[in-house]
Nanobody, 125 residues
Framework: QVQVVESGGGLVPAGGSLRLSCVAT????????MGWFRQAAGKQREFVAV????????DYGDSVKGRFTISRDNVKNTVFLQMNSLKPEDSAVYYC??????????????????WGQGTQVTVSS
């Protein structure tokens, strides 16, 4: 069983930055690919970024490429999402998830059995 807790959300002006953190407790954190998704009001949950279990492979959603960076610290069981050049359309609840082990980078919500409660990010125009 893995428990996931996000933090770091808040209100930021357009063009600003935020760093989200996600702490996962449980066994063998370093075996799980970890991902970030977001869900705006009235919309489906959207893939944002994913990092492999060892941190050597990354992928991003098209809307955040070049602005967001995902990283992980397997000693501290923590995944980070550095968000720069934020736009109002980035406003959403951001969720961190732990995925099933797989040879590819998981980018579908159904690949993630463990989720946090989410953290709100609001970007003002």
């Amino acid at each position: 069983q893995v428990q996931v807790v996000e933090s770091g959300g808040g209100l930021v002006p357009a063009g600003g930055s935020l760093r989200l953190s996600c702490v996962a407790t449980g066994r063998m954190f370093s075996m799980y690919p970890m991902g970030w998704f977001r869900q705006a009001a009235g919309k489906q949950r959207e893939f944002v970024a994913v990092i492999s279990d060892r941190g050597d492979r990354l992928d991003y959603g098209d809307s955040v490429k070049g602005r967001f960076t995902i990283s992980r610290d397997n000693v501290k069981n923590t995944v980070f999402l550095q968000m720069n050049s934020l736009k109002p359309e980035d406003s959403a609840v951001y969720y961190c998830g732990a995925a099933y082990t797989s040879p590819w980078l998981p980018k579908r919500t159904r690949d993630y059995p463990y989720w946090g409660q989410g953290t709100q990010v609001t970007v003002s125009s």
